[in-house]
């Protein structure tokens, strides 16, 4: 069992706020890395945040200080608190995982490191 069902995105004003869940299966969820990616039409998939099994976890600059990565063990669930959006968030956000463990930078920085991915959810931020 290897799934992972984004959930939570939708349009917002800038400023706003939006929380987006990520179901996963046990087995995903038991990767070592878990995290949330965008993408926006003709731009590369981007890494947005990160989290390791121990709880340490990692930020894009652009998200530093308005974006928050949690996890709750016992739903199986990850989950982005994204606060003071800007038109700039606009994009497709998918959760992924990687089994392996590697250096939590690495990993943000590199969407080719992630083994699994969601189907995607939207988030669009007006002006």
Do not use: H
């Not at 706003?16 to 038991?30: D, K």
């Not at 990160?50 to 600059?61: E, F, K, T």
């Amino acid at each position: 069992q290897v799934q992972l069902v984004e959930s939570g995105g939708g349009s917002v004003q800038a400023g706003g706020s939006l929380r987006l869940s990520c179901a996963a299966s046990e087995y995903t969820y038991s990767s070592y890395y878990m995290g949330w990616f965008r993408q926006a039409p003709g731009k590369e998939r981007e890494g947005v945040a990160v989290i390791a099994r121990d709880g340490s976890s990692s930020y894009a600059d652009s998200v530093k200080g308005r974006f928050t990565i949690s996890k709750d063990n016992a739903k199986n669930t990850l989950y982005l608190q994204m606060s003071s959006l800007k038109p700039e968030d606009t994009a497709m956000y998918y959760c992924a995982a990687r089994r392996g463990a590697y250096t939590l930078d690495r990993v943000l920085k590199n969407p080719r490191y992630l083994d699994f991915w969601g189907q995607g959810t939207q988030v669009t931020v007006s002006s």
